[in-house]
């Protein structure tokens, strides 16, 4: 892959001298030479060897490029391959220059024999003669492959004395001296960071926890397992696991220290290594901590694509329980940093006015709690509601499933295309009169249109009363027929079937959508014969709010609030994300939505919006079969087969309420407007025009730049604190229903009751039945 630097760099190359480990484990290089080489565009790693070579007059074969991590001079890294190379350009990409490390890997002796099988080590161990030199506490790439005829066998033991003067340098290590089975190189490359953790007799660490760590992501990347034979809390003693193998390790406190070191360390293996499965391995805190980043990228993460991951970056591995317990354990742990999150909204509110002018990002406290309700509505949102939108309103709530509990208050409207567009969205401890009234008073400030505006929502929970105080005579409430339907199944106290259930909702449904008095009545006589007292129900339910026949405002045939599922399944993909996070990607999802239609819409070749050029192309087709009559003026006689209607075009209003239902005009007045001459196009609402479509989605929201380091700042003295909601999710599996009950049609929300094929009564079967046959 082609490496292109985001500006110019040099490579420090450094080559021929040596390394010494420092008390901290760090390691410094001294001596030999340095080389700048330039870092081009689309340089491979090939490359980059070849400008080495030419520079220090070498050759390729054998060279190993290594480098040290940004922050870390504790592990040397290899570069081994292209994308190896790039992800070192990329680490260093904002700064000027970069230090490598040029490395040379020594052939084995030509004379090298077959290594011997390993032997039980002497109480004296051996002592490398004084030719040997030593070696530092990193893995030198330039050490033969052990043989016979080598000064020290690595299979024996090797010993320091136990003082509290060790000295830097450590026993050398072999450069190959894990001769297990090839992994694929594209596997287990997360792994490769630890290879270098131990590096040998010598090497400090500042706890008995800290080796054990190192210990155990050493035995993970070099793919062995290990068992303590003593596991003290002065010492610890592993061996490999594999029977036989002579590899091991022993580490214990200085005397008079915290810091411990390794004493003695035989580091060749002669087993093949196993794949890590090793139960303390599986541990649930150590999993759980090692997937804690990728559960908080990615909440909803499977336990079996967590086992997939940590085999292919790892080679660990878990079967689904202990996946399970692990993603479990590390969301308990991301907890905290969900709650801090709350404490960084005022700083996040600010960030998203400062970032998009215009917008409202703003808190209310509770008196009884220190959760604050969030209200945010986007400038491109009011603007785009204002400008091309219908003022038509749609409200409605979604609970967020997280850890802390709440409720997402909503306002959509409909777009020219009858698409759903976001206007506002506060987040609230519940579903109260109280957080409705505050939600409909900041949407009263935002709004700021002095025309009348229909709101299509429930009547209960404070939302009936609410509207009327804040909005007063500017508004007009049109109940959602979903959720009046609901009420009306639950109402019902005696024992209807399934089937009466339905019909008596497919009734109340075509009331609420009948434009003329007569086909009402019908409807709700329908019903009457069914039960009466759900005709009664339904005479008082206030039909001036939801039949069509008596509602005084325009809603253009939306007969539900279920716009507000755009919401419903953007949250149902982030409300596992911290508070911050969550509310930044429906920003997101947003900022998506305007943009992908804002572009669409450049490429419409026709004059309405293509839901309603479809909608208009059909009623022009049955206009063909309609005979008109001249009346009085502008209004005509119109026959449609059997039906008689008025048509006055000046007004736009027919007397079949189509015209005035949708804002498209019906058969009846394009056969009249045809006639004379007149286009229907020019007589359709403005709203539903490509150019009023594109006036909604003109203006833009903008990113918000350092929203997952929001939770690394400090909240200043005198700071307003917000906790979550005092709510908490209750234990077990959260039942999340798929569609909102009512919001689509009857058979949403009604289920089938039991009937019981003996007494024919409901509610249970012939088993339980409790009749006693005669």
Known sequence: MAIVPSKKMIAICQYGGDFDTLEDGSMSYSGGEAYAVDLDENMQLSGFKQEIAETIDSTIDGMIVKYFLPGNKKNLITVSKDKDFQRMVNYYKEADQLEVFIMKEAPPGKNAKKKQPARRPQKTPQKAPESTTPVVNATPVSAPIPTANNA????????????????????????????????????????????????????????????????????????????????????????????????????????????????????????????????????????????????????????????????????????????????????????????????????????????????????????????????????????????????????????????????????????????????????????????????????????????????????????????????????????????????????????????????????????????????????????????????????????????????GGLRYNHMTSNFGHLFYSWVSEANELPITQMIDELRGKMMQLIYTRRVESTQWLTRLTPSMEEKLKNEILKARSVQILRSHGSKFEVRFGETVDIVDIENWDCSCKGWLLTGLPCCHAIAVLESYGRSPYDHCSRYFHVETYQLTYADSIHPIPNVERLMDTEVEDGAVLVTPPPTMRTPGRTKIRKVAAGRIGPSDFLKRQLQCGKCKGLGHNKRSCKEIDE
């Open 152 to 551: 020290i066998a690595l299979n024996d033991a090797i010993d320091i004395e136990t003082t509290t003067e060790i000295t830097s340098s450590a026993i050398p290590i072999s450069a190959n001296p894990f001769p297990m089975a090839v992994i694929d190189s594209d596997q287990r490359m997360a792994a490769k960071q630890w290879e270098n953790l131990i590096t040998g007799v010598g090497q400090r660490f500042h706890s008995l926890a800290e080796f054990r760590e190192a210990l155990r992501k050493f035995s993970i990347a070099h793919a062995f397992n290990f068992v303590y034979k003593k596991n003290e809390n002065q010492r610890v003693t592993v061996k490999c696991k594999a029977e036989g193998c002579p590899w091991r390790i022993h580490a214990s406190k200085l005397s008079t220290t915290q810091l411990v070191c390794i004493k003695t360390m035989r580091p060749v293996h002669n087993c093949q290594g196993v794949t890590s499965k090793a139960p303390f391995r599986a541990k649930r805190s150590w999993v759980g901590n090692l997937i804690k980043e990728k559960v908080k990228e990615s909440p909803k993460i499977k336990p079996k694509d967590i086992a997939t991951e940590l085999k292919r970056d790892y080679g660990i591995d878990l079967n689904y329980s202990q996946a399970r317990r692990a993603k479990e354990y590390a969301r308990e742990q991301l907890l905290g940093s969900y709650k801090d999150a709350y404490s960084e909204l005022p700083f996040f509110c600010e960030k998203i006015m400062e970032t998009n002018p215009g917008s409202l990002a703003t808190f209310s406290t509770k008196e009884d709690s220190s959760f604050h309700r969030l209200f945010v509505s986007f400038h491109a949102s009011i603007t785009g509601f204002l400008h091309g939108c219908r003022p038509l309103l749609f409200l409605d709530s979604t609970p967020l499933n997280s850890r802390y509990q709440g409720m997402l208050l909503t306002a959509t409207a409909a777009d020219g295309d009858d698409g759903a567009f976001p206007v506002a969205f506060a987040v609230v401890d519940e579903e109260t009169a109280e957080n409705w009234r505050w939600f409909l008073t900041e949407l009263k400030v935002v709004l700021q249109t002095p025309g009348q505006i229909t709101f299509v929502a429930d009547f209960q929970k404070g939302i009936r009363e609410s509207l009327r105080e804040i909005f007063g005579g500017e508004c007009y409430h049109a109940y959602c027929l979903g959720y009046l339907a609901e009420k009306l199944n639950k109402d019902l106290k005696g024992h209807f079937s399934h089937d009466a259930r339905r019909l008596m909702v497919e009734d109340l449904y075509a009331a609420a959508h009948a434009p003329k008095l007569e086909a009402f009545e019908k409807c709700t006589e329908d019903i009457k014969a069914i039960s009466p007292e759900a005709y009664n129900w339904v005479i008082r339910s206030e039909p001036e709010h939801w039949a069509n026949t008596f509602f």
